[in-house]
């Protein structure tokens, strides 16, 4: 069985940090393509960073050069380290697995920037 508990979100001042982390379990860990997405109020849930089949995890064009997309295999851990957070970067953030052709989603987490 699939598990994902995400931790990490919060409120945080433009300009800051935070890091998520998305435990998984059940899953193929390190070949089992894996990602944050996120959901803005009134918006379609969107990607932000992913581990696909491709050597080099992608990222959404709007978080390049400020997220960071990391997994730890010992602990079975993916991260994202979010740097320079802008008040367009709040949303709920989700961790997603994509595992025997079904997309598995963790509960979510609250990240919210003020300006």
């Known amino acids: 069985q699939v598990q994902l508990v995400e931790s990490g979100g919060g409120l945080v001042q433009a300009g800051g940090s935070l890091r998520l982390s998305c435990v998984a379990s059940g899953i193929i860990w390190g070949i089992t393509p894996m990602g944050w997405y996120r959901q803005a109020p009134g918006k379609q849930r969107d990607l932000v960073a992913a581990?696909?089949?491709?050597?080099?995890?992608t990222y959404a064009d709007s978080v390049k050069g400020r997220f960071t997309i990391s997994r730890e295999n010992a602990q079975k851990t993916m991260y994202l380290q979010m740097n320079n957070l802008k008040p367009e970067d709040t949303a709920v953030y989700y961790c997603?697995?994509?595992?025997?052709?079904?997309?598995?989603w963790g509960q979510g987490t609250q990240v919210t920037v003020s300006s």
């Open positions: 581990f696909t089949y491709a050597e080099a995890p």
């Open positions: 997603n697995v994509f595992h025997r052709a079904r997309d598995y």
